[in-house]
């Protein structure tokens, strides 16, 4: 047979999905997804917008379209910058993406040569690391803080770096946000350094608690690309996201857009614009807002009745997922086998690191189960922390099903 | 500012795109394109679908789905395929890709090394042109005769190639089909060889004369792909098509596909599956069928009237192009500046090239016109071909506007 690329060597599916075919089991609790909450779908009203699409401009809908994206949606998006960010953002430095997972592709493709020096955040995003990884970079890693990165050990990270990627609100997987003045410090080493920026914003509507921030990119636009997506706001299933990058940078995301799909799909993008132009957006994510805000409490709830207390957990302000670190002894990866047993499941913290660390950690997403399935499903976590903890003080004679290898 | 990765040196925006840029203004009578005829989508149906679809299984059709692609449709496809080419595809062995040129870039990565030989048809589809380029490879071309390419420079080419990429029925941009004969030598080639092959079939169910021909694939399916769309027997606008391959080919494929963009639209497959199961799809398809046969004889007529005598031209049994090329000492890039001028656009043959070759060649695309337009286009091109051929014998000092650089 012959041989595949070499890009390919190591390359695996990705862990979270492998756990989330174990999660399909109805009876298993699952803080494993990233998964919206289906109830945020809007589903009627993507209903009159497919039929209102079709009826006006069913050829235009189902023909081909330009690579760049529907203008009027790149226009929305514009708009949308203004409003909530204060950001003057022109249309035409906006690509529709499939997905903002295709952004990072398109952006690995355009920015990283083999061995270049990439620069995560650690723990970083797992989409990012399948994405870059095809494209063998030398990973380095920087530690985040509750406030946002080490800027120490960032300063250092950058020296020669090709490209920082990094996701400044509610991150996937800690939940933690970039501060004030992180994001101008961040924004400051950046123009010294010189290196290519890639801002990933994804939960950027999503905030339920504190005050809205601009974007870094906002500070620092040359060299920067700022990704978005619908998927958290209208829905994923559309596969709708974008990036917003200026120049060069876009004339080459572009080129590499159209070799990679040609352009993203037509009805999909007019489906949504429509649904965007004729519904009240602002209420339509305010009710996204409080249902996630109010299942994250709910989760932050249980976790103080139930989790032992010297495992810590973030306290985000927005998004979909908190990060707990776990007391030394414990293994994330041991606890899920027993987990899993008695089902409840989450994503172990190795998954989200370039390094190899991380054991200790686990994420645990809030959005996608009401709160009194958060209630038992963090009860029975507890009880397994509880189970490994005491099986992992024991002699190995009595070795406890589950928490071992 | 930083550098870009060395994949995007010299990476061009499509020169098709560009063209139909120029095309956009209405007067123009456009033979440039590759677009399916608005007149064959089945407005009315999708729209039945779509409701039926939000209706029963909004939620589904909204959520992030399964990377492999939704199940239902795969099945259809693998049907598809017994019924009409008597061939047995097992469901798993199909991924759904975000439209066939994602399938090229996912076939690209999997498989292509920078300097690795890949063959490809001369003249070869721009789409896989582009797609594989930004992975580096080593081209090869073999000449494409009226039945399938030259099998001596095919044998020769294929020594230590790493994939050999051929679209084998009403090819892009030629029209030409690979004989009955010359798939068996094919298969056998590729038998002896070991390389890996991708077998691109956007056009086969659109056959409006000849007989049906199962592909390359079925007669050597190992370390090979075999390319499936939607775009031209639905729609395009929902970036829908396939990937047939096996074993580790799939598993590899799979993985590069969670990384471009997770998984394919979940509404548009759901939808398109909904629309072929309560629709008459032979019917559908036979309607297309039937009017783009009308179109291409429409066409050829046009050309026996009016084109030189001395301009050869394909004869396609289905398809969307024509391939025409043209008398020594004639450019089909200075034809074409006199040609818009004129009002009348189609693509110049050296983009489907990747030896710099082709200057003499031009694709005609018969698909997005009615007759009466096709008529007076093939009149106006026919036209500008006399002003070229007398441009051409003139001495410089009366140089005409037009067909000189």
Redesign the interface.
């Known amino acids: 047979?012959?041989k595949?690329?070499?890009?390919?060597q190591g390359?695996?599916?990705?862990f979270i999905?492998e756990i989330l075919k174990v999660t399909a089991d109805p009876s298993v609790i699952s803080f494993a997804g990233g998964?919206?909450n289906?109830e945020s779908?809007p589903?009627a009203a993507?209903?009159a917008a497919?039929?209102a699409v079709?009826?006006e401009s069913?050829?235009?809908?189902?023909?081909?379209?330009t690579?760049e994206g529907y203008l009027p949606l790149r226009q929305w998006i514009a708009a949308r910058y203004k409003t909530k960010k204060g950001m003057d953002v022109d249309p035409g430095d906006i690509l529709i993406t499939?997905?903002s997972?295709?952004a990072?592709?398109l952006a690995a493709?355009?920015?990283?040569?083999a061995g270049?020096p990439v620069v995560i955040e650690k723990p970083g995003y797992l989409?990012a690391i399948?994405?870059f990884?095809?494209?063998r970079p030398a990973w380095r890693s920087v530690p985040l803080l509750d406030d946002g990165p080490d800027l120490d050990a960032l300063d250092a990270a950058l020296a020669g770096a090709?490209l920082f990627y990094a996701v400044t609100s509610f991150q996937n997987p800690s939940g933690l946000s970039y501060s004030e003045d992180k994001r101008a410090a961040v924004a400051a080493l950046l123009r010294r350094h010189?290196?290519?920026f890639l801002e990933d914003d994804p939960y950027g509507e999503l905030r339920f608690a504190g005050r809205d921030l601009p974007p870094v990119y906002a500070q620092r636009p040359?060299?920067s690309l700022l990704l978005g997506t619908f998927?958290k706001i209208a829905?994923?299933?559309?596969?709708l996201g974008w990036i917003v990058a200026q120049g060069?940078i876009m004339e080459?995301l572009?080129?590499?857009k159209?070799?990679?799909?040609?352009?993203?799909?037509?009805?999909?993008q007019m489906l949504v614009e429509r649904f965007l132009r004729d519904n009240d957006f602002e209420a339509h994510v305010e009710r996204i807002r409080t249902l996630y805000g109010g299942q994250c409490r709910a989760m932050q709830a249980s976790i103080a009745r139930h989790f032992p207390k010297d495992v810590h957990v973030t306290a985000p302000e927005g998004g979909m997922f908190l990060w707990a670190t776990l007391p030394d002894g414990l293994s994330s990866l041991k606890l899920l086998k027993l987990a899993v047993e008695q089902k409840v499941a989450f994503v172990p913290g190795a998954a989200f690191h370039v390094d190899g660390s991380g054991d200790k950690t686990l994420r645990l997403n809030y959005s996608n189960a009401d709160e009194a399935t958060i209630e038992e499903g963090i009860r029975r976590l507890a009880r397994c922390m509880e189970t490994c903890r005491s099986a992992g003080g024991r002699a190995e004679a009595e070795m406890q099903h589950g928490c071992q290898d």
């Open positions: 047979m012959p595949f690329a070499e890009r390919m390359a695996q599916r990705s999905r998964l919206p289906p779908f589903v993507i209903a497919a039929q079709l009826a069913g050829a235009a809908a189902l023909q081909y379209s690579t499939t997905g997972q295709q990072l592709d493709k355009v920015l990283i040569n270049d989409g399948q994405a990884s095809l494209f090709q010189d290196c290519f040359e060299n998927s829905a994923p299933g559309f596969r060069e080459r572009v080129i590499a159209q070799a990679a799909d040609l352009h993203t799909g037509s009805l999909d």
